[in-house]
């Protein structure tokens, strides 16, 4: 276990890296010259020449890689034009909410998802079987944003139960909180809960396919215990590495629904910057979002490799 | 299919008619599979009617996309305007037929860019093993830590947006799942009996890709590929939204569903039946892409 855990560990740290420096390519993708193309067309001729002295961009490519680099390491990751405030700040306010908003669409739609998948792979053919099946295909070809809307018309502004934007702490008004959270959570869980849906349903029907389920089933154990000891438990195993697929699903919506509602977190900050051409957050929410995906997903190899030895020796 | 080619030419005219015979048989078999499931027809049959509308936009589309008319600003749904018109007066539906162009286009060559290269460095990458296949697939776990979205919103934005700019950043954001794909095929055929059959009668590298490693990798691709066509709509449709896609007054679903977002309460219309396009379409590609894979998984093969 021990040479499996630093095995994926070692994997990580390489991904990281590739990662770090696409990151570092976007600005260089960029046609043309980016200090002026983040300045904008009335900067003077000295401003320029200024900000590629600040982005170092009149050194070499690999040398400039490696001072960013360091930088980053460091925590700094440039500074906003638009907000004319460091990029870990900016950062450092947004990125909590939307952990927030993603950690409890990733418990919903885990919860949601996994126990829809099985009572339909357990009354195959039935009615609810075939009504969640549809559900989930529509629910995984639905555009987030378009449902987010037609949430914000029907529930917001002809009904007017829920807040049809904005975002509250729940420490500072937990009840306003929870109402502006609640569209955007569930819209954020929709695409998780279908595919999670979908997957659960053929894993457990390929499980119960097995020759230990009829052995089980032989031996006179109820159906009960067959299907929550012996199915469930095998069943699960490809599900748990759906859900590293699954945070990079959380986050990506997030843009959508955080543009929806006006929610100030990552999401709204990236987009609001890739409109206002300010490079250096997006920049640095690629670096962010990416590594954050990479560490949950060494976590989740680790927790795949302890539920199924055989992962271990591969 | 290439034994026989090293057989002599009379004993392969001989077997011919009977391969062709099995070829019609498995045509059959795929087809009733296929097309068995009332959805997958469905589908099918709204992905023909995308390309029929996007092909013949002009000759069906009652008025120009572009078209302003200021007395008919945000109308209603109504006999002249079948879905209302928009807030310059454009009207609603001619817009969304042509939208259907965008869509089609981008669908086709994103799929294309992000296949062919995906495709090839999963080549590569199973083909050669070693070292290559280590760095590109790492290469491809960095891409695949990013969110899709994440990831074709940087780059479109770095490279300055425009439709060829989103095109590349749609490419590049789907690629990964086809060198995935790819490699995985490439590494499961590569020990297979008949691909050292093929190098023990001297095929070179690259016929053997040409000849086995392809052709026998083909069907999960094709399943891909359909359902991607459908990823990649969708993809379009969420940068056009967050106003990053191709700029107006192209008339994209995606930025219509955006621009009808401020007159929900005048004409909801201009936001809904967009989005309703959108759903249609990506809905349809993967109901195909799902039958076309019950129909060619072997493992299902002689059961039905």
């Known amino acids: 276990m021990l040479s499996f855990i630093s095995r994926r560990i070692i994997h990580t740290i390489a991904v990281l890296f590739i990662v770090s420096f696409f990151s570092f390519l976007l600005l260089h993708i960029m046609p043309g010259d980016p200090a002026a193309a983040m300045l904008g067309i009335e900067a003077k001729k000295e401003e320029v020449e200024a900000m590629r002295k600040e982005l170092g961009l009149d050194r070499p490519f690999l040398i400039q890689y490696g001072h960013w680099f360091a930088n980053v390491l460091r925590g700094d990751l440039g500074k906003s ?50 009504i969640i099946s549809i559900s989930a295909n529509i629910g995984i070809a639905i555009p987030m944003f378009w ?36 569209m955007p959570v569930l819209l954020l869980a929709v695409p998780g809960i279908s595919i999670l849906a979908r997957q659960s349903r053929s894993s457990m029907l390929e499980v119960v396919r097995q020759d230990y389920i009829r052995t089980a089933r032989s031996k006179g154990l109820s159906e009960r215990i067959v299907l929550l000891r012996h199915a469930l438990k095998n069943a699960l195993i490809p599900i748990v590495t759906l859900m590293g697929l699954h945070i990079r699903i959380m986050v990506g919506g997030s843009v959508l629904v955080e543009t929806v ?49 055989r992962l271990r020796y591969e | 299919m290439s034994e026989n080619n090293t057989m002599p030419k009379s004993k392969l005219l001989s077997i011919q008619p009977e391969k062709k015979d099995i070829q019609v048989r498995e045509w059959k078999r795929i087809t009733r599979v296929m097309f068995g499931r009332i959805v997958v027809t469905g589908g ?42 928009d807030e310059v007066g454009r009207d609603l539906l001619t817009r969304i037929i042509y939208g259907s162009r965008i869509s089609l286009l981008v669908g086709i060559v994103a799929v294309s860019i992000g296949g062919l290269i995906g495709m090839g460095l999963g080549l590569i990458a199973g083909y050669a093993g070693g070292w290559i296949n280590t760095i590109i697939m790492r290469v491809i776990d960095a891409l695949l830590a990013l969110p899709p979205l994440l990831l074709m919103l940087a780059i479109a934005v770095m490279l300055g947006g425009g439709l ?33 059959a093929a190098r023990a009668i001297g095929a070179n590298g690259l016929r053997i890709i040409l000849q086995h490693l392809l052709p026998n990798s083909f069907p999960p691709l094709l399943v891909l590929i359909t359902i991607n066509l459908g990823t990649a709509i969708m993809m379009e449709a969420s940068l056009s939204f967050l106003g990053i896609g191709i700029p107006p007054p192209t008339a994209t679903w995606g930025a219509m569903v955006s621009s009808g977002y401020r007159f929900l309460l ?39």
């Open chain 2, 44 to 85: 099918a049959l709204v992905i023909l009617a995308l390309i029929l509308v996007a092909v013949f936009a002009p000759q069906i589309s009652p008025y120009d996309p572009y078209e302003t008319n200021l007395f008919a600003i945000l109308a209603p749904p109504s006999k002249a305007h079948l879905l209302g018109t």
């Open chain 2, 164 to 196: 060829l700019n989103v095109l590349i950043a749609l490419g590049i954001g789907i690629m990964p799942t086809y060198c995935r794909l790819m490699c995985g095929q490439v590494l499961s055929i590569k020990e297979s009996d008949y691909i050292t």
């Open chain 1, 81 to 130: 034009l638009m907000y004319r405030e460091p990029v870990a700040n900016l950062f450092y306010a947004r990125l909590p909410v939307t952990l927030y908003l993603s950690l409890l669409a990733f418990v919903i739609s885990g919860i949601l998802g996994i126990s829809a998948g099985i009572f339909c792979a357990i009354k195959r053919g039935g009615f609810f079987d075939q």
């Open chain 1, 261 to 309: 509602f006006s929610i100030p977190g990552m999401g709204f900050l990236l987009v609001g910057s890739a409109i206002n051409k300010d490079f250096l957050v997006v920049q640095g929410g690629v670096l962010l979002i990416g590594s954050i995906v990479c560490v949950t997903n060494l976590l989740v190899d680790i927790s795949y490799g302890w539920l199924d030895p």
């Open chain 2, 266 to 304: 005048t004409n909801p219309l201009i936001s809904f039946a967009p989005g309703v396009a959108i759903l249609l379409v990506v809905l349809a590609f993967n109901m195909v892409g799902d039958g076309l894979r019950d129909a060619l998984d072997p493992r299902l093969r002689g059961i039905i």
């Open chain 1, 147 to 182: 449902l987010g809307i037609i949430g914000i018309y029907l529930f917001g502004l002809k009904t007017g139960w829920l807040p049809i934007y904005g975002w509250t702490s729940p420490f500072d008004d937990f009840i306003l909180s929870s109402k502006q959270a609640l």
